[in-house]
Protein backbone atom coordinates (compact mmCIF):
# COMPACT_ATOMS: atom_id res chain seq x y z
CA UNK A 1 0.00 0.00 0.00
CA UNK A 2 2.65 2.20 0.82
CA UNK A 3 4.96 1.88 -2.39
CA UNK A 4 1.55 2.32 -4.48
CA UNK A 5 1.02 5.48 -2.40
CA UNK A 6 4.97 6.70 -3.54
CA UNK A 7 3.93 5.98 -6.92
CA UNK A 8 1.17 7.91 -7.01
CA UNK A 9 2.69 10.90 -5.31
CA UNK A 10 5.97 10.72 -8.18
CA UNK A 11 2.54 10.58 -11.02
CA UNK A 12 1.17 13.95 -8.87
CA UNK A 13 4.62 15.27 -9.21
CA UNK A 14 4.66 15.11 -13.32
CA UNK A 15 1.67 16.73 -13.85
CA UNK A 16 0.17 19.69 -14.26
CA UNK A 17 -3.34 19.32 -13.23
CA UNK A 18 -3.10 15.66 -11.79
CA UNK A 19 -6.74 15.76 -9.61
CA UNK A 20 -7.69 12.36 -10.64
CA UNK A 21 -4.46 11.29 -9.21
CA UNK A 22 -4.26 13.37 -6.07
CA UNK A 23 -8.18 11.28 -5.35
CA UNK A 24 -6.25 8.10 -6.25
CA UNK A 25 -3.99 8.97 -3.30
CA UNK A 26 -6.24 10.10 -0.76
CA UNK A 27 -8.37 7.52 -1.19
CA UNK A 28 -4.89 4.86 -0.58
CA UNK A 29 -3.75 6.55 1.95
CA UNK A 30 -6.69 6.13 3.99
CA UNK A 31 -5.49 2.55 4.16
CA UNK A 32 -1.84 2.99 4.91
CA UNK A 33 -0.99 1.99 8.46
CA UNK A 34 1.30 5.63 9.85
CA UNK A 35 3.89 2.44 10.75
CA UNK A 36 4.35 2.03 7.05
CA UNK A 37 4.60 5.76 5.72
CA UNK A 38 6.85 6.30 8.55
CA UNK A 39 9.42 3.73 6.78
CA UNK A 40 8.93 5.59 3.92
CA UNK A 41 9.75 9.01 5.24
CA UNK A 42 12.71 9.56 3.37
CA UNK A 43 11.44 9.05 -0.07
CA UNK A 44 8.34 11.37 0.38
CA UNK A 45 9.05 13.87 -1.99
CA UNK A 46 6.29 17.07 -0.76
CA UNK A 47 7.51 20.01 -2.70
CA UNK A 48 5.00 19.13 -5.67
CA UNK A 49 2.29 18.99 -3.49
CA UNK A 50 3.02 22.29 -1.41
CA UNK A 51 3.33 23.79 -5.47
CA UNK A 52 -0.05 22.42 -6.20
CA UNK A 53 -1.67 24.54 -3.00
CA UNK A 54 -0.08 27.87 -5.06
CA UNK A 55 -2.89 27.49 -7.85
CA UNK A 56 -6.59 28.87 -7.41
CA UNK A 57 -8.39 25.67 -7.33
CA UNK A 58 -10.65 24.68 -4.78
CA UNK A 59 -10.95 21.32 -5.12
CA UNK A 60 -6.99 20.83 -5.54
CA UNK A 61 -6.97 22.40 -2.30
CA UNK A 62 -8.78 20.66 -0.50
CA UNK A 63 -7.23 17.12 -1.69
CA UNK A 64 -3.83 18.66 -1.31
CA UNK A 65 -4.70 19.87 2.28
CA UNK A 66 -6.01 16.31 3.08
CA UNK A 67 -3.00 14.16 1.68
CA UNK A 68 -0.53 16.64 3.46
CA UNK A 69 -2.19 16.16 6.70
CA UNK A 70 -1.51 12.24 6.43
CA UNK A 71 1.82 12.33 5.24
CA UNK A 72 3.25 15.06 7.40
CA UNK A 73 2.40 13.02 10.49
CA UNK A 74 4.92 10.13 8.89
CA UNK A 75 7.76 13.15 9.12
CA UNK A 76 9.83 13.87 12.57
CA UNK A 77 9.35 17.37 13.59
CA UNK A 78 13.02 18.06 13.08
CA UNK A 79 13.00 17.08 9.44
CA UNK A 80 9.80 19.02 8.85
CA UNK A 81 11.45 22.43 10.60
CA UNK A 82 14.96 21.94 8.46
CA UNK A 83 13.52 20.75 5.15
CA UNK A 84 10.21 22.52 4.97
CA UNK A 85 10.88 25.99 6.36
CA UNK A 86 9.70 27.57 3.10
CA UNK A 87 7.02 25.71 2.54
CA UNK A 88 5.61 26.71 6.10
CA UNK A 89 6.21 30.09 5.64
CA UNK A 90 3.75 30.46 2.62
CA UNK A 91 1.36 28.04 4.50
CA UNK A 92 1.22 30.76 6.81
CA UNK A 93 0.26 33.60 4.67
CA UNK A 94 -2.17 31.02 2.55
CA UNK A 95 -5.19 33.06 1.41
CA UNK A 96 -6.94 29.71 2.41
CA UNK A 97 -7.42 29.24 5.91
CA UNK A 98 -7.71 25.29 5.48
CA UNK A 99 -3.65 25.78 4.52
CA UNK A 100 -3.31 27.86 7.66
CA UNK A 101 -4.83 25.53 10.15
CA UNK A 102 -2.89 22.59 8.43
CA UNK A 103 0.84 24.51 8.53
CA UNK A 104 -0.15 25.75 12.08
CA UNK A 105 -1.19 22.27 13.45
CA UNK A 106 2.34 21.37 11.86
CA UNK A 107 3.88 24.29 13.29
CA UNK A 108 2.70 22.92 17.01
CA UNK A 109 4.14 19.57 16.70
CA UNK A 110 7.55 21.51 15.94
CA UNK A 111 7.05 23.53 19.12
CA UNK A 112 6.18 20.46 21.24
CA UNK A 113 9.96 18.87 19.90
CA UNK A 114 12.93 20.34 22.06
CA UNK A 115 15.12 19.58 19.36
CA UNK A 116 12.78 21.30 16.48
CA UNK A 117 11.74 24.40 18.40
CA UNK A 118 15.08 25.35 18.54
CA UNK A 119 15.10 25.49 14.62
CA UNK A 120 11.50 27.69 14.91
CA UNK A 121 13.30 29.94 16.73
CA UNK A 122 16.54 30.42 14.27
CA UNK A 123 13.25 31.36 11.77
CA UNK A 124 12.38 34.72 12.64
CA UNK A 125 10.00 35.32 9.41
CA UNK A 126 7.90 32.09 10.41
CA UNK A 127 7.25 33.62 13.96
CA UNK A 128 6.75 36.94 12.13
CA UNK A 129 3.82 34.85 10.72
CA UNK A 130 2.86 33.09 13.55
CA UNK A 131 1.80 36.44 15.09
CA UNK A 132 0.62 37.78 11.97
CA UNK A 133 -1.97 34.68 11.97
CA UNK A 134 -3.57 36.13 15.57
CA UNK A 135 -4.73 38.99 13.42
CA UNK A 136 -6.79 37.00 11.07
CA UNK A 137 -10.61 36.85 10.83
CA UNK A 138 -10.63 32.82 11.52
CA UNK A 139 -11.14 31.92 15.32
CA UNK A 140 -9.25 28.36 14.68
CA UNK A 141 -5.90 29.99 13.16
CA UNK A 142 -6.25 32.47 15.75
CA UNK A 143 -5.92 29.84 18.42
CA UNK A 144 -3.96 28.07 16.84
CA UNK A 145 -1.14 30.55 16.61
CA UNK A 146 -1.55 31.51 19.99
CA UNK A 147 -0.95 27.87 21.16
CA UNK A 148 2.17 27.69 19.24
CA UNK A 149 3.57 31.17 20.97
CA UNK A 150 2.35 29.87 24.18
CA UNK A 151 4.17 26.76 23.97
CA UNK A 152 7.44 28.40 22.17
CA UNK A 153 7.46 30.96 25.17
CA UNK A 154 7.88 27.98 27.77
CA UNK A 155 11.79 28.80 27.22
CA UNK A 156 14.04 31.35 28.03
CA UNK A 157 15.46 31.54 24.33
CA UNK A 158 11.42 31.40 23.13
CA UNK A 159 10.79 34.72 25.94
CA UNK A 160 13.98 36.16 24.34
CA UNK A 161 13.03 35.46 20.95
CA UNK A 162 9.55 37.11 21.50
CA UNK A 163 10.34 40.06 23.85
CA UNK A 164 13.43 41.41 22.63
CA UNK A 165 13.44 41.43 18.87
CA UNK A 166 11.56 42.89 16.67
CA UNK A 167 8.86 40.35 17.28
CA UNK A 168 7.57 42.56 19.90
CA UNK A 169 6.77 45.18 17.54
CA UNK A 170 4.92 43.43 15.20
CA UNK A 171 2.98 41.76 18.28
CA UNK A 172 2.00 45.58 18.94
CA UNK A 173 1.59 45.86 15.14
CA UNK A 174 -1.12 43.26 15.34
CA UNK A 175 -3.10 44.52 18.03
CA UNK A 176 -3.83 47.47 15.78
CA UNK A 177 -6.16 45.66 14.16
CA UNK A 178 -8.95 45.67 15.84
CA UNK A 179 -10.38 45.85 19.68
CA UNK A 180 -11.22 41.33 18.66
CA UNK A 181 -7.25 41.14 17.88
CA UNK A 182 -6.05 43.19 20.48
CA UNK A 183 -8.14 40.70 23.10
CA UNK A 184 -6.43 37.89 21.37
CA UNK A 185 -2.91 39.21 22.08
CA UNK A 186 -3.84 40.21 25.80
CA UNK A 187 -4.98 36.40 25.78
CA UNK A 188 -1.53 35.42 25.08
CA UNK A 189 0.43 37.45 26.66
CA UNK A 190 -1.74 36.13 29.99
CA UNK A 191 -0.58 32.66 28.85
CA UNK A 192 2.71 33.47 29.04
CA UNK A 193 2.92 35.50 32.18
CA UNK A 194 0.93 32.79 34.23
CA UNK A 195 3.73 29.89 33.58
CA UNK A 196 6.22 31.67 36.09
CA UNK A 197 7.56 35.19 37.56
CA UNK A 198 10.09 35.50 34.92
CA UNK A 199 7.55 34.96 32.48
CA UNK A 200 5.46 37.52 33.68
CA UNK A 201 8.43 39.54 33.92
CA UNK A 202 9.10 39.86 30.19
CA UNK A 203 5.66 40.26 29.90
CA UNK A 204 5.32 43.33 32.08
CA UNK A 205 8.54 44.76 30.52
CA UNK A 206 7.04 44.47 27.26
CA UNK A 207 3.82 46.99 28.05
CA UNK A 208 2.02 44.89 27.10
CA UNK A 209 0.35 43.64 30.38
CA UNK A 210 0.45 47.40 31.74
CA UNK A 211 -1.78 48.40 29.11
CA UNK A 212 -4.32 45.52 30.19
CA UNK A 213 -4.85 46.84 33.21
CA UNK A 214 -4.88 50.82 32.03
CA UNK A 215 -8.00 49.03 30.16
CA UNK A 216 -9.70 46.94 32.53
CA UNK A 217 -9.71 50.06 34.94
CA UNK A 218 -10.76 52.54 32.49
CA UNK A 219 -14.09 54.19 31.56
CA UNK A 220 -15.23 51.50 28.73
CA UNK A 221 -17.25 49.42 30.17
CA UNK A 222 -17.78 46.55 27.82
CA UNK A 223 -13.63 46.61 27.74
CA UNK A 224 -13.83 46.17 30.97
CA UNK A 225 -16.20 43.16 30.77
CA UNK A 226 -13.74 41.71 28.87
CA UNK A 227 -10.23 42.10 30.12
CA UNK A 228 -11.60 41.06 33.91
CA UNK A 229 -11.93 37.43 32.35
CA UNK A 230 -7.82 37.37 31.90
CA UNK A 231 -6.84 39.74 34.70
CA UNK A 232 -8.92 36.51 36.33
CA UNK A 233 -6.73 33.69 34.52
CA UNK A 234 -3.53 35.83 35.56
CA UNK A 235 -4.66 35.85 39.13
CA UNK A 236 -4.86 32.00 39.35
CA UNK A 237 -1.49 31.58 39.39
CA UNK A 238 0.30 32.84 42.87
CA UNK A 239 3.12 35.09 41.36
CA UNK A 240 -0.04 36.50 39.18
CA UNK A 241 -1.77 37.59 42.25
CA UNK A 242 1.35 38.74 43.95
CA UNK A 243 2.21 41.47 40.93
CA UNK A 244 -1.55 42.44 41.17
CA UNK A 245 -1.71 43.30 44.49
CA UNK A 246 1.68 45.37 44.20
CA UNK A 247 0.12 47.30 41.49
CA UNK A 248 -2.43 48.08 43.36
CA UNK A 249 -4.80 46.50 40.80
CA UNK A 250 -6.80 44.65 43.42
CA UNK A 251 -7.79 47.72 45.45
CA UNK A 252 -8.95 49.52 42.14
CA UNK A 253 -11.29 46.72 41.57
CA UNK A 254 -12.57 46.89 44.98
CA UNK A 255 -12.47 50.70 44.42
CA UNK A 256 -14.94 50.23 41.26
CA UNK A 257 -17.23 47.37 42.87
CA UNK A 258 -17.78 50.26 45.59
CA UNK A 259 -18.80 52.84 42.52
CA UNK A 260 -20.72 50.33 40.86
CA UNK A 261 -23.94 51.73 42.86
CA UNK A 262 -24.10 54.75 40.77
CA UNK A 263 -23.55 53.50 37.78
CA UNK A 264 -26.13 52.35 35.30
CA UNK A 265 -23.76 50.81 33.29
CA UNK A 266 -22.33 48.04 36.09
CA UNK A 267 -24.33 45.82 35.30
CA UNK A 268 -22.01 44.98 31.94
CA UNK A 269 -18.66 44.48 34.23
CA UNK A 270 -19.84 43.78 37.87
CA UNK A 271 -20.12 40.02 37.21
CA UNK A 272 -17.07 39.73 36.03
CA UNK A 273 -15.18 41.63 38.53
CA UNK A 274 -17.23 39.43 41.42
CA UNK A 275 -16.20 36.48 39.78
CA UNK A 276 -12.68 38.06 39.93
CA UNK A 277 -12.98 38.13 44.16
CA UNK A 278 -14.49 34.78 44.38
CA UNK A 279 -11.97 33.09 42.75
CA UNK A 280 -9.23 35.07 44.70
CA UNK A 281 -10.66 34.51 48.52
CA UNK A 282 -10.86 30.65 47.33
CA UNK A 283 -6.76 30.65 46.25
CA UNK A 284 -5.53 33.10 49.00
CA UNK A 285 -7.88 32.97 52.40
CA UNK A 286 -11.63 33.10 52.10
CA UNK A 287 -11.23 35.36 55.74
CA UNK A 288 -8.37 37.54 54.65
CA UNK A 289 -9.92 38.73 51.42
CA UNK A 290 -13.25 39.19 52.68
CA UNK A 291 -12.15 41.09 55.69
CA UNK A 292 -10.20 43.01 53.64
CA UNK A 293 -12.28 43.89 50.67
CA UNK A 294 -16.13 43.55 52.98
CA UNK A 295 -17.51 45.53 49.54
CA UNK A 296 -16.67 42.14 47.82
CA UNK A 297 -19.01 39.98 50.34
CA UNK A 298 -21.54 43.05 50.37
CA UNK A 299 -21.96 43.05 46.53
CA UNK A 300 -22.62 39.27 46.81
CA UNK A 301 -25.88 39.32 48.81
CA UNK A 302 -27.08 42.25 47.40
CA UNK A 303 -26.89 40.67 44.23
CA UNK A 304 -28.90 37.49 45.20
CA UNK A 305 -31.85 40.02 45.85
CA UNK A 306 -31.61 41.51 42.17
CA UNK A 307 -34.36 40.73 39.72
CA UNK A 308 -31.93 39.93 37.07
CA UNK A 309 -31.22 36.19 36.55
CA UNK A 310 -27.62 37.14 35.55
CA UNK A 311 -26.79 39.08 38.27
CA UNK A 312 -28.30 35.90 40.62
CA UNK A 313 -26.28 33.02 39.05
CA UNK A 314 -23.46 34.35 39.18
CA UNK A 315 -24.07 35.69 43.53
CA UNK A 316 -25.24 32.43 44.12
CA UNK A 317 -21.82 30.89 41.53
CA UNK A 318 -19.68 33.36 44.04
CA UNK A 319 -21.75 31.90 47.45
CA UNK A 320 -20.57 28.17 46.06
CA UNK A 321 -16.87 29.09 45.71
CA UNK A 322 -16.65 30.66 48.44
CA UNK A 323 -18.08 28.35 50.59
CA UNK A 324 -16.40 25.26 49.42
CA UNK A 325 -13.84 25.14 52.07
CA UNK A 326 -13.97 25.04 55.83
CA UNK A 327 -12.88 28.59 56.09
CA UNK A 328 -14.99 30.28 53.91
CA UNK A 329 -18.07 28.20 55.42
CA UNK A 330 -16.78 29.83 58.66
CA UNK A 331 -17.23 33.33 56.88
CA UNK A 332 -20.50 33.42 55.72
CA UNK A 333 -21.72 31.70 58.69
CA UNK A 334 -19.79 35.09 60.56
CA UNK A 335 -23.08 36.89 58.58
CA UNK A 336 -25.94 34.98 61.09
CA UNK A 337 -29.11 35.62 60.28
CA UNK A 338 -27.95 37.13 56.66
CA UNK A 339 -26.99 34.21 55.53
CA UNK A 340 -29.56 32.27 56.83
CA UNK A 341 -32.39 34.33 54.81
CA UNK A 342 -29.82 34.04 51.59
CA UNK A 343 -29.66 30.52 51.69
CA UNK A 344 -33.79 31.13 51.73
CA UNK A 345 -33.89 32.76 48.45
CA UNK A 346 -31.60 30.15 46.97
CA UNK A 347 -33.56 27.19 48.07
CA UNK A 348 -36.45 29.33 46.57
CA UNK A 349 -34.86 29.70 43.20
CA UNK A 350 -33.43 26.36 42.90
CA UNK A 351 -37.38 25.75 42.92
CA UNK A 352 -38.75 28.09 40.84
CA UNK A 353 -36.03 29.59 38.50
CA UNK A 354 -34.99 28.75 34.84
CA UNK A 355 -33.93 25.50 34.26
CA UNK A 356 -30.41 27.00 34.73
CA UNK A 357 -30.15 29.02 37.64
CA UNK A 358 -31.83 25.90 39.34
CA UNK A 359 -28.90 23.99 38.33
CA UNK A 360 -26.29 26.72 39.36
CA UNK A 361 -28.86 26.82 42.62
CA UNK A 362 -28.45 22.96 43.47
CA UNK A 363 -24.26 23.11 42.27
CA UNK A 364 -23.77 26.13 44.71
CA UNK A 365 -26.02 24.22 47.68
CA UNK A 366 -23.82 20.78 47.03
CA UNK A 367 -20.21 22.87 47.35
CA UNK A 368 -21.74 24.72 50.57
CA UNK A 369 -22.79 21.48 52.39
CA UNK A 370 -19.88 19.26 51.32
CA UNK A 371 -18.32 18.27 54.64
CA UNK A 372 -15.31 15.88 54.26
CA UNK A 373 -15.48 13.29 57.64
CA UNK A 374 -12.05 14.58 58.76
CA UNK A 375 -13.23 18.01 59.07
CA UNK A 376 -16.48 17.06 60.73
CA UNK A 377 -16.96 18.64 64.42
CA UNK A 378 -19.75 18.92 66.18
CA UNK A 379 -20.05 22.61 65.47
CA UNK A 380 -19.60 21.87 61.51
CA UNK A 381 -22.21 19.34 61.97
CA UNK A 382 -24.78 21.58 63.78
CA UNK A 383 -23.84 24.64 61.16
CA UNK A 384 -24.68 22.86 57.86
CA UNK A 385 -27.41 20.76 59.71
CA UNK A 386 -29.06 24.65 60.56
CA UNK A 387 -27.95 25.66 57.10
CA UNK A 388 -30.27 22.94 55.81
CA UNK A 389 -33.38 24.04 58.06
CA UNK A 390 -33.07 27.25 56.25
CA UNK A 391 -33.21 26.61 52.48
CA UNK A 392 -36.96 25.63 53.09
CA UNK A 393 -39.91 24.36 54.59
CA UNK A 394 -38.93 20.82 54.09
CA UNK A 395 -35.65 20.66 52.26
CA UNK A 396 -35.48 16.71 51.89
CA UNK A 397 -38.82 17.23 49.90
CA UNK A 398 -37.95 20.01 47.67
CA UNK A 399 -34.99 17.97 46.25
CA UNK A 400 -36.78 14.40 46.01
CA UNK A 401 -39.43 16.70 44.08
CA UNK A 402 -36.04 18.15 42.19
CA UNK A 403 -34.90 14.89 41.22
CA UNK A 404 -37.76 13.36 40.02
CA UNK A 405 -38.12 15.99 37.51
CA UNK A 406 -37.85 14.43 33.79
CA UNK A 407 -34.55 16.38 32.99
CA UNK A 408 -31.37 14.79 33.41
CA UNK A 409 -29.39 17.71 34.48
CA UNK A 410 -31.73 18.92 37.27
CA UNK A 411 -32.21 15.19 38.20
CA UNK A 412 -28.40 14.50 38.54
CA UNK A 413 -27.83 18.24 40.33
CA UNK A 414 -30.61 17.33 43.19
CA UNK A 415 -28.47 13.73 43.30
CA UNK A 416 -25.31 15.60 44.00
CA UNK A 417 -27.62 17.63 47.03
CA UNK A 418 -28.03 14.42 48.42
CA UNK A 419 -24.31 12.88 47.90
CA UNK A 420 -22.77 16.04 49.61
CA UNK A 421 -25.03 15.86 52.89
CA UNK A 422 -24.49 11.74 52.21
CA UNK A 423 -21.60 11.18 54.87
CA UNK A 424 -23.13 13.70 57.66
CA UNK A 425 -25.19 12.28 60.35
CA UNK A 426 -27.83 14.75 60.63
CA UNK A 427 -28.49 14.07 56.77
CA UNK A 428 -29.01 10.09 57.05
CA UNK A 429 -31.37 10.22 59.91
CA UNK A 430 -33.36 12.97 57.85
CA UNK A 431 -33.26 10.66 55.12
CA UNK A 432 -34.02 7.73 56.78
CA UNK A 433 -36.98 9.29 58.39
CA UNK A 434 -38.16 10.34 55.06
CA UNK A 435 -40.67 7.96 53.58
CA UNK A 436 -39.48 5.97 50.48
CA UNK A 437 -36.23 8.04 50.62
CA UNK A 438 -34.15 4.58 51.08
CA UNK A 439 -36.00 2.27 48.47
CA UNK A 440 -35.58 5.70 45.91
CA UNK A 441 -31.59 5.18 46.76
CA UNK A 442 -31.81 1.41 45.96
CA UNK A 443 -34.20 1.30 42.79
CA UNK A 444 -32.10 1.68 39.80
CA UNK A 445 -35.34 1.83 37.47
CA UNK A 446 -35.57 5.48 38.45
CA UNK A 447 -32.44 6.00 36.58
CA UNK A 448 -32.75 5.82 32.66
CA UNK A 449 -29.33 7.62 31.34
CA UNK A 450 -25.86 6.86 31.97
CA UNK A 451 -25.16 10.28 34.00
CA UNK A 452 -27.95 9.75 36.04
CA UNK A 453 -26.83 6.32 36.56
CA UNK A 454 -23.31 7.58 38.27
CA UNK A 455 -24.79 9.84 39.81
CA UNK A 456 -26.97 7.79 41.72
CA UNK A 457 -23.85 5.59 41.98
CA UNK A 458 -22.13 8.38 43.68
CA UNK A 459 -24.83 8.89 46.21
CA UNK A 460 -24.93 5.33 47.30
CA UNK A 461 -21.00 5.41 47.51
CA UNK A 462 -21.14 8.53 49.99
CA UNK A 463 -23.55 6.90 51.98
CA UNK A 464 -22.00 3.08 52.05
CA UNK A 465 -18.74 4.09 52.40
CA UNK A 466 -20.11 6.25 55.82
CA UNK A 467 -18.88 5.13 59.54
CA UNK A 468 -22.32 6.05 60.99
CA UNK A 469 -24.48 4.54 57.85
CA UNK A 470 -25.46 1.33 59.58
CA UNK A 471 -26.22 2.53 62.43
CA UNK A 472 -28.43 4.94 61.24
CA UNK A 473 -30.28 3.17 58.17
CA UNK A 474 -29.69 -0.32 60.28
CA UNK A 475 -28.13 -3.29 59.55
CA UNK A 476 -29.91 -4.97 56.23
CA UNK A 477 -30.25 -1.67 54.51
CA UNK A 478 -26.53 -1.30 54.67
CA UNK A 479 -25.65 -4.60 53.16
CA UNK A 480 -27.71 -3.48 50.51
CA UNK A 481 -26.38 -0.68 49.80
CA UNK A 482 -23.08 -2.51 49.57
CA UNK A 483 -24.70 -4.73 47.31
CA UNK A 484 -25.50 -1.60 44.97
CA UNK A 485 -22.16 -0.53 45.44
CA UNK A 486 -20.06 -3.84 44.93
CA UNK A 487 -22.25 -3.94 41.52
CA UNK A 488 -21.65 -1.23 40.09
CA UNK A 489 -23.22 1.81 38.34
CA UNK A 490 -24.88 -0.21 35.49
CA UNK A 491 -26.17 -3.45 37.07
CA UNK A 492 -29.45 -4.95 35.56
CA UNK A 493 -31.00 -7.85 37.27
CA UNK A 494 -31.04 -10.91 35.24
CA UNK A 495 -35.02 -11.67 34.79
CA UNK A 496 -35.41 -15.14 35.48
CA UNK A 497 -37.39 -17.47 33.13
CA UNK A 498 -39.30 -20.41 34.37
CA UNK A 499 -39.91 -23.12 31.93
CA UNK A 500 -43.18 -24.55 31.78
CA UNK A 501 -44.11 -28.09 30.96
CA UNK A 502 -45.97 -28.38 27.57
CA UNK A 503 -45.01 -24.97 26.36
CA UNK A 504 -44.38 -24.39 22.84
Given at each position: MAAQALSLLREVSRLEAPLEELRALQSVL????????????AELRLGPLFSLLNENHREQTTLCVSILERLLQALEPVHMARNLRVDLQRGLTHPNDSVKILTLSQ?????????????????????KQIIYCIGGENLSVAKAAIKSLSR??????????????NLLDDLKSVMETNDIVRYRVYELIVEISSVSPESLNYCTTSGLVTQLLRELTGEDVLVRATCIEMVTSLAYTHHGRQYLAQEGVIDQISNIIVGADSDPFSSFYLPGFVKFFGNLAIMDSPQQICERYPVFV???????????????????DTIGIL??????KQVLQKTGTRFERLLMRIGYQAKNASTELKIRCLDA?????????????DDLLRMTES????????????????????????HCAALKVFTAIANQPWAQKLMFNSPGFVEYVMDRSVERDRASKDAKYELVKALANSKTIAEIFGNPNYMRLRTYLSEGPYYVKPISTTAVEGAE
Open positions: QSVPLSELREQAVGRIVENSDAVTEILNNAELLISLTQAGLEALFESEKVFEMTESQDPTMIGVAVGSNVEGISSLFYLPAEQQTWFSSLSRDPMELFRGISTQPFFEL
